[in-house]
Structure formats: C-alpha cells, structure tokens
C-alpha cells in the first residue's frame, strides 16, 4: 500500500512536467511574425505562461489588433508548436523521477493542461512520459481554462479521486489559482522567478521559489506523505 493512502496527483503540462515554453514561445513567435507583429519578445511571451493558447491567441488579437480570427491564430500557432514538440521536448529529470515513484506506488495520476489534446499527447508521446500518464484533460474539452478550476475538476473526476485528496503540481500563477479553486492541495514549481510573489502562490502548500532548481523527487514525495497525515 502506498504511503499516500488515497492521494491523487495532477501534474500541469509546460514548464512543470517538460521545458515546453521555448517551443511555444518559437511558435508564438513565428505565427506573430507571419502577421506583421515582428518584435515578440520572451518577455512578451512570459505573461502568457500558465495561460491556455486559445486565450493566448484571443489576447494577441487585441493586443496587435490582428486581422485574423482567433480559430485561424489558435490553429497556426499550434499547427507550429507540435512540429517543435514531435522535434524535440525535454522532462524535467527531477520530475520524471518523481511521476515514476509515484507510478512504481499505484498513485493515480494524470495531466491537466492548457494546451490542445493533440500538443499534450505528442509532448507526452515524445518523452515516454504516457507510459506513467494515461489520463489527460486539456483547457480545450472544459468550459473555462485557468485560473477556472475546471480543467483540474475534471481530471480529478476521471481519477475517480475527490478534489480534497488531489494535489496539483503547477509553474504559473494561474495555475495555483486554478487548484485553490479546485480544493486542491498544490506544490508550486514557479517557471519565471519573478512570479515567485504572485498572489496565487500564497495559497500553495509548498511553495519552492527556485523553480526546477529547488525541486525533488524525494522532497515532494516526503512533503506529500506528510500533508496527507500518513506516517
């Protein structure tokens, strides 16, 4: 029997479970460029971390003033993205031990993402990461992306698991949000160092503010162990 009892845990895709973010900053990159926005910068694209590409792109239509419909943007952007992402995606180490360790315990476990079906299931296919992670839930087949709740709601019910004993593993302020929403425990892994502070932060049960740097296996497997009261 494992040592989390009946613990359930639900990762967040980019910039917690992969170092997906440079390919999608490329794809936001490139699909601006094409519509005459040429001066995108990474700063630019860190206020999007944590954010859903649909509500990405419908941003950047009024944001550029954007000729184009947001199904046009959201379609080339991710048309982009998943040629980046089949080419090449890197898991956090750290945090491939860590899905593993759970896995190895029978802790049920599953992804839930801003991104579109298609990006989570090459991205998880490319790093032999759906061997462990079977259950998906994108932003796109919920209501309401993050910081709703809904996308963490929902990969709690296909877990079969109560919001109260899921914990959520996230990089972006939305995110945390998102779990807090949920009921949700949240270990907090902040992707830009600036957002250590945010708000949304304060209501994480672990916070680690030097992101992947500061991350674990073994430390968010004991802080799991002791916030689900197990000995």
Known sequence: MSDLGGTAVIFDLDGTLVDSEPNYYEAGRQTLAEHGVTDFTWADHERYVGISTRET??????RYGLRAG???LFTAKNDRYLE??????RAYPEMRRFVEVLAAEGVPMAVASGSSPEAIEAVLAGTGLDACLRTAVSADEVPHGKPAPDVFLEAARRLGA????CVVLEDAPPGAAAAHAAGMRCIAVPYVAAHADALEF???GLLLRGGQREFTARSA??????SAGVS
């Not at 980046?84 to 995606?89: G, I, M, P």
């Not at 497997?221 to 002791?226: P, T």
């Open 70 to 72: 947001v199904e046009e």
């Open 221 to 226: 497997y004991d802080w799991l162990v002791a």
């Open 162 to 165: 109560r919001p109260e004993d």
């Open 84 to 89: 980046l992402a089949r080419a090449s995606t």
């Open 202 to 204: 304060a209501t994480a």
């Open 57 to 62: 792109v419908a941003d950047w239509k009024e």
